[in-house]
């Protein structure tokens, strides 16, 4: 090994040290890498994070406790809210009242004379309850 050669990696070995006791330097004092990027290399950053994010990779606390727009979650929520005649941003107590009242409207029971008016009753009743049911769980959820 040549006297330059040696130099060569005496100089490298330095670079590579410098650069160690700069990250560990820059990890104690608790600069952060963003600091260290150019203006091209921040956007390029923030764009990667923002579509890290849209992927669902980054969740926040509201999309943890609200479904997607268009996950099927969502849709079953938005098909409770129908059946129970009401708005997607009623409250848990204008839930329990439309249930109670469709409730008292559509009871089987007051539906018994005719087979076929209790059997439809029933079904609608069935519906009713699972879809106060359904919300609620995440209204009680959404509240905690």
């Known amino acids: 090994m040549g006297l330059l050669d040696r130099l ?8 590579d ?5 700069r990250r560990a330097s ?3 004092t608790g600069e952060g890498r963003l ?8 956007e390029e950053e ?8 849209a992927r669902g990779r980054s969740l926040g606390i509201d999309q943890l406790r609200d479904p997607p727009e268009d996950s099927p979650k969502r849709k079953q929520l938005r098909q409770a809210y129908a059946n129970l005649e009401l ?7 204008e839930v329990r009242q439309s249930y109670k009242r469709l409730m008292l409207q559509y009871h089987p029971d007051k539906h ?13 009743a069935q519906s009713l309850t699972e879809a106060y049911q359904l919300l609620s769980r995440h209204l009680e ?3 905690h």
């Open 141 to 143: 959820r959404r509240r």
């Open 26 to 28: 820059r990890k104690a």
């Open 35 to 42: 600091s260290a990027l150019s203006d091209r290399e921040l």
């Open 112 to 124: 018994g004379e005719d087979a076929e008016r209790h059997r439809a009753a029933t079904e609608l």
């Open 8 to 15: 060569g990696k005496l100089t490298q070995d330095g670079l």
């Open 87 to 93: 708005d997607t941003n009623a409250s848990l107590e």
């Open 46 to 53: 923030l764009l990667r994070r923002r579509r890290a994010r």
């Open 17 to 21: 040290e410098l650069k160690a006791s």
